[in-house]
């Protein structure tokens, strides 16, 4: 926690973990992935707690590359904007994000977000044994090549569950 802007900020390298890990209290962003100049890398959260951020939690968005991000068993929560976005607008490849086995909650705007442009890769989420809950926007697959696959997930209590713009699929 601190008053910095972000908590992680990770813009090269090809793979990040976070292991039993609280990230929290931050004015933009908890957790910002966003590699450049490689080929691939990975985001790999698991057993951590992720909060109380007054923009996003978690954004995976690399630029001229290929990215995944595997989040389990992990709480998300208390983000006044986003709680996760799989963003793949500045990427060559496939962005894919799998949460598993997660609690997200209390997110402002939108708990699960896809995103893609005309240019970029394929966001693919796929949520599987997690419940996300609890914020004015459920999932959102917004572009044409914006992806969210549901297994075995409970989505309840948003303004809006499940939402399409763009092409966008779930």
Known sequence: SGAA???????????LELHNSQIRGFSTLAVSFKPSGGTNADLLIENSDIGDSNGNCVLLQPNGMQAAAYITNTRI?????????????F?????????????????????????????????????????????????VANGPKAQIILNRS???GHSVGLGVAGGGVI
């Open 91 to 139: 990427s060559t490849g496939f962005v894919r994000t799998l949460l598993s086995k997660t609690q997200m909650f209390s997110v402002g705007q939108t708990a699960v977000s896809s995103l893609s442009g005309s240019g970029g890769g394929t966001a693919r989420v796929t949520i599987e044994d997690s419940d996300v809950s609890n914020s004015n926007n459920g999932l």
């Open 154 to 156: 409970t989505i309840s």
């Open 77 to 89: 929560h208390h983000c006044s904007s986003l709680g996760i976005r799989s963003d793949s607008q």
């Open 5 to 15: 802007a972000t908590g992680i900020d990770f813009t090269s390298g090809n793979r």
